[in-house]
């Protein structure tokens, strides 16, 4: 039924009435395509950032963006490599990290250095993250979406270091870098003004609503994927999985291949 302001009066309860006219307006948005100016991609470990827009992140970079990458963990846990030392693995893993942002055509890549594996929601962590996006001045932030707990489907259940990435993330962004009295000594002693960041684009395995058509690039982020060699010594199951959920998000808006995300525009 198609519910009118006439209609409002017959609605006996008004939080179902509204609730459904969000609805209905959530279900018309349609988001202006747009290329950012300044992208901050932030991950948990190296290749997440990759794993999830890199194929958008080329396509931007290859219009002019500037595009920086955030790994908040040093990736000192995940290696089965008995001989592996923790300072050869986070190394390792940084060196990886910078090879594929290289092929993406990001500008610079920087590193937080959090524990792997135990990355928490913490007064530190969001104040660093505030911190880069004060410096950097994004228009554009992209992360992984906090709230995907796990995917029955894929049998997946998120790594606790991606949710906490994007939930310290959201934060940071909104209010934190916003308001000069979060964090005053980002402006007193570091002279880091506030700064509103004007799209979120989160990245979500089982929702979306929002796509970019990375036909043009998917190949280059399967090649960012396989720079990170310590990840991934065998890219064929990577690269067959990611073409296949590309063209999957792609027949959604017509393209050939698709990143997708659950698009947020700040109000200003
Ligand atoms: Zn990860």
Same mark, same amino acid.
């Given at each position: 039924?198609?519910?009118?302001?006439?209609?409002?009066?017959?609605?006996?309860?008004?939080?179902?009435?509204?609730?459904?006219?969000?609805?209905?307006?959530?279900?018309?948005? %349609?988001?202006?395509?747009?290329?950012?100016?300044?992208?901050?991609?932030?991950?948990?470990?190296?290749?997440?950032?990759?794993?999830?827009?890199?194929?958008?992140?080329?396509?931007?970079?290859?219009?002019?963006?500037?595009?920086?990458?955030?790994?908040?963990?040093?990736?000192?846990?995940?290696?089965?490599?008995?001989?592996?030392?923790?300072?050869?693995?986070?190394?390792?893993?940084?060196?990886?990290?910078?090879?594929?942002?290289?092929?993406?055509?990001?500008?610079?890549?920087?590193?937080?250095?959090?524990?792997?594996?135990?990355?928490? %929601?913490?007064?530190?962590?969001?104040?660093?993250?505030?911190?880069?996006?004060?410096?950097?001045?994004?228009?554009?932030?992209?992360?992984?979406?906090?709230?995907?707990?796990?995917?029955?489907?894929?049998?997946?259940?998120?790594?606790?270091?991606?949710?906490?990435?994007?939930?310290?993330?959201?934060?940071?962004?909104?209010?934190?870098?916003?308001?000069?009295?979060?964090?005053?000594?980002?402006?007193?002693?570091?002279?880091?003004?506030?700064?509103?960041?004007?799209?979120?684009?989160?990245?979500?395995?089982?929702?979306?609503?929002?796509?970019?058509?990375?036909?043009?690039?998917?190949?280059?982020?399967?090649?960012?994927?396989?720079?990170?060699?310590?990840?991934?010594?065998?890219?064929?199951?990577?690269?067959?999985?990611?073409?296949?959920?590309?063209?999957?998000?792609?027949?959604?808006?017509?393209?050939?291949?698709?990143?997708?995300?659950?698009?947020?525009?700040?109000?200003?």
């Amino acid at each position: 039924m198609a519910l009118t302001i006439a209609s409002f009066s017959k609605v006996s309860c008004k939080v179902c009435y509204l609730a459904n006219l969000r609805y209905a307006i959530d279900a018309m948005t %349609v988001f202006e395509p747009y290329i950012p100016k300044i992208v901050l991609a932030i991950g948990a470990h190296a290749d997440d950032i990759d794993f999830g827009a890199a194929g958008s992140l080329a396509v931007w970079s290859g219009h002019g963006a500037e595009i920086h990458y955030l790994v908040l963990t040093d990736g000192s846990k995940g290696t089965s490599d008995q001989a592996m030392t923790t300072e050869q693995l986070v190394a390792t893993r940084q060196a990886e990290q910078h090879e594929a942002s290289q092929l993406i055509g990001a500008k610079d890549v920087h590193f937080l250095a959090y524990e792997d594996s135990m990355l928490e %929601v913490t007064h530190d962590l969001k104040k660093d993250i505030c911190r880069v996006i004060r410096q950097i001045r994004p228009d554009t932030v992209v992360v992984m979406d906090p709230t995907v707990v796990y995917v029955a489907d894929q049998g997946m259940i998120n790594h606790p270091d991606h949710r906490a990435a994007g939930q310290a993330t959201l934060d940071a962004v909104y209010p934190l870098a916003r308001d000069h009295l979060s964090f005053p000594d980002l402006v007193q002693a570091e002279h880091l003004d506030p700064h509103k960041v004007e799209h979120l684009l989160l990245i979500n395995p089982e929702k979306q609503n929002y796509y970019i058509d990375i036909t043009s690039t998917l190949e280059r982020k399967i090649e960012a994927l396989g720079c990170h060699h310590s990840q991934f010594p065998d890219m064929t199951h990577i690269a067959d999985f990611l073409r296949q959920q590309a063209a999957t998000l792609g027949s959604k808006t017509g393209s050939q291949y698709a990143e997708g995300f659950v698009r947020i525009d700040c109000p200003a």
